[in-house]
């Protein structure tokens, strides 16, 4: 079985860019936690639209899907789920509020990952939730004809709780050491977690809850209030594709991370910096500039095509209401263009076309 031995991490010689990665995210950290002590109140909205971002997009990764609408009703506990899927959903807000709330007293042990994957497929009645697997899974790819191809063979279901647990007491010594960055120390860890595949369903859900519960463990809470998982789903393809090129030689521990490692950074890093973007609508507000004023800037900076959603979300210090009359007026002032009707709605700067 795979020792996992993470001192080795403190020898190697790390590319360039990945210690840029690095150094920027802990630029940006010292910012994000300087705005924190100085404006916490204003950052709430922000932390409600990456509560419903993460649960809605880390689910979608897994074709676990509902209506955007119901996403909000069933946040707002305004209605119930209609099906396994919007069970699982809420089953995935439920960790989710826990990590947030409780992180501190989270410690990266077996057995409460276990407790945290039983939560996740309480609400769906799945009789596995908050237990190992206990038949040998695959990591299968299907290609373009239709047939499946078996890509990765994980761990043994005997194999697997004994895996776990040395995963975990590795990482915490290398925690403890301070030898190794915990911004590499963390994509390795869940990297090696998706290898050993602990669980007979919920794995890619697991380990991004986990990522959020590691980063906020070594005082980087920026899943706090920008979706982590958001970005992922955005950029889904690199983020299989760097996990495939990752785990190669994985059992025979000649693998090397360095790809999953690069993406991840990459992620949180455009997590900080959206950040920082939302932080200047929000101080825009602050400043006393009109609803208008803050959707304009948006739209003027915005390359691509947007939805009134994007901008709710780009904008936390504005209602829908004022966003909705916003780029009502910016339409008739043609200074955007909107296509669409109902949810199909979404807009594009006139000067695009």
Not at 7 to 15: I, P
Not at 144 to 149: L, W
Not at 188 to 202: A, R
Not at 251 to 260: G, L, R, S
Request: aromatic share 10%.
């Amino acid at each position: 079985m795979r020792k996992f031995d993470y001192s080795k991490l403190a020898e190697r010689t790390w590319d360039t860019d990945i210690l840029n990665f690095v150094a920027k995210i802990h630029e940006c950290k010292g910012r994000q936690d300087l705005f924190i002590r100085q404006k916490p109140v204003e950052l709430d909205r922000l932390v409600e639209i990456a509560k419903i971002q993460s649960t809605e997009a880390s689910n979608k990764i897994e074709g676990i899907v509902t209506t955007s609408a119901r996403m909000k009703q069933l946040f707002k506990e305004k209605t119930t789920p209609r099906n396994r899927d919007e069970d699982e959903i809420m089953g995935y807000r439920d960790v989710l509020n826990t990590i947030h709330e409780s992180n501190e007293y989270i410690p990266v042990r077996s057995t409460y990952i276990l407790q945290l994957h039983r939560d996740l497929l309480r609400r769906a009645g799945f009789s596995y939730g908050g237990h190992f697997k206990n038949i040998q899974n695959y990591i299968n790819e299907t290609k373009p004809d239709g047939t499946v191809v078996t890509r990765f063979t994980p761990i043994a279901p005997y194999d697997t709780p004994e895996a776990v647990e040395k995963l975990c007491n590795a990482y915490e010594q290398a925690i403890a050491s301070e030898k190794v960055d915990a911004l590499i120390l963390i994509p390795v860890f869940i990297c090696d977690f998706l290898c050993i595949h602990p669980f007979n369903d919920g794995n890619g859900r697991m380990s991004r809850l986990l990522t959020l519960l590691l980063l906020y463990k070594s005082g980087y809470n920026i899943g706090k209030y920008i979706s982590i998982e958001k970005q992922i789903e955005k950029t889904k393809d690199r983020y299989y594709d760097t996990l495939e090129i990752s785990d190669v030689g994985w059992h025979e521990e000649e693998n090397d991370p360095t790809p999953f490692i690069r993406y991840m950074l990459m992620v949180i890093l455009a997590c900080y910096t959206e950040f920082e973007d939302r932080v200047g609508m929000l101080s825009d507000a602050h400043k006393g500039s009109s609803a208008y004023d803050i959707v304009k800037k948006y739209v003027e900076e915005k390359v691509g095509k947007f939805t009134s959603a994007d901008v709710v979300a780009h904008c936390p210090s504005i209602g829908r209401s004022s966003v909705l009359a916003s780029l009502k007026k910016l339409t008739e002032e043609g200074l955007i263009v909107k296509y669409g009707s109902g949810r199909g709605t979404y807009y594009v700067r006139e000067d695009s076309k």
